[in-house]
């Protein structure tokens, strides 16, 4: 008998608890008859089917809730497809994966399937699976800077931080000019949290360097700082920011976020230096 593992790898969907699991073939069927549109329930029927080591009926079944769920329900039939690729990734070839994506790409939202098909994979371990898709889809969407990050999250991942920086080049090469900032900067966070922090610095660095007025920029560095924990390069950060020549509204969210860190991490001088150098900033605002 298979064991039933459809469920967790379907992350994407919301918990529903309730009545008790339906315990037989009989009771899926009652309940599909009776919510046609769900994909919790259908999933939750093959996913009995696979426990009971049914894997082709689980696949006909499978087809049989894509052809039944309205085509309305666009997100419901994605569910169906996503989990559908987990079955096969699971108990299936990695042929029979590839061919199956290949037929939910032409009958779902493209961009989104190959992305969800990329963590199948990724979790799974199945790097060549992987490489093809990551391949496919910055081709196919070379503008969309969510498909180039998760590209540079996986290389990350991965250990691979040349690869890495190969695919933000890459990128920048294609996406529209007004995605670069926000490119940049993401691959920035990811390496701050999967990757490298000095080189996410020196990201965030190179950045303010043309961008220094733009104070979302500044809060994410912050935030990254902080939740590295080094309080010396923190307070240098606050500094550098709240010398920033910027409108009085972003001077007061920087001033604040810099005394609740210190009231949160530091000393009572601290906290008297952060209030200190605020009022100097309002009377010099005054004088001006």
């Known amino acids: 008998m298979l064991p039933c593992r459809i469920l967790p790898l379907s992350p994407w969907l919301p918990s529903q608890q309730g009545d008790a699991a339906p315990s037989s073939i009989t009771e899926y069927e009652q309940l599909v008859l009776s919510t046609p549109n769900s994909s919790y329930v259908w999933i939750q029927y093959f996913a009995f089917l696979i426990s009971l080591g049914e894997l082709d009926k689980a696949r006909a079944l499978a087809d049989r809730a894509l052809q ?8 419901e039939k994605f569910n ?42 990724e979790r799974t371990h199945k790097e060549g699976l992987v490489e093809q898709c990551l391949k496919a889809m910055t081709r196919k969407f070379s503008d969309s800077a969510e498909v180039w990050l998760r590209a540079v999250r996986y290389r990350l991942a991965s250990g691979d931080a040349e690869g890495a920086r190969k695919t933000l080049d890459r990128s920048l090469q294609s996406l529209p000019q007004f995605e ?20 996410g610095r020196s990201i965030f660095e190179g950045v303010l360097r043309n961008y220094p007025k733009r104070l979302d920029l500044w809060s994410v560095y912050l935030d990254q700082e902080v939740a590295a924990g080094d309080p010396q390069r923190i307070r240098a950060l606050f ?3 709240t010398h920033l020549q910027l409108p009085p509204k972003k001077m007061k969210f920087l001033f604040k976020r810099y005394l609740d860190y ?4 530091g000393t009572a001088a ?14 010099a605002q005054a004088a001006a």
Request: a negative charge; charged letters at 30%.
């Open 180 to 199: 670069h900032i926000r490119m940049i900067s993401q691959t920035g966070l990811l390496e701050f949290k999967i990757g490298d922090a000095e080189r």
């Open 262 to 265: 210190e009231k949160a991490h």
């Open 239 to 241: 500094e550098r920011a």
């Open 68 to 75: 039944t769920i309205s085509y309305r329900e666009e997100g």
């Open 80 to 121: 169906v497809w996503v989990a559908y690729l987990n079955m096969e990734n699971l108990y299936g070839s990695e042929d029979a994966s590839l061919a199956l994506l290949s037929r939910a790409l032409a009958h779902t939202d493209a961009r989104r399937m190959y992305l969800a098909a990329v963590d199948i994979f």
């Open 270 to 283: 601290g906290v008297e230096h952060v209030k200190k150098r605020a009022l100097e900033y309002v009377e």
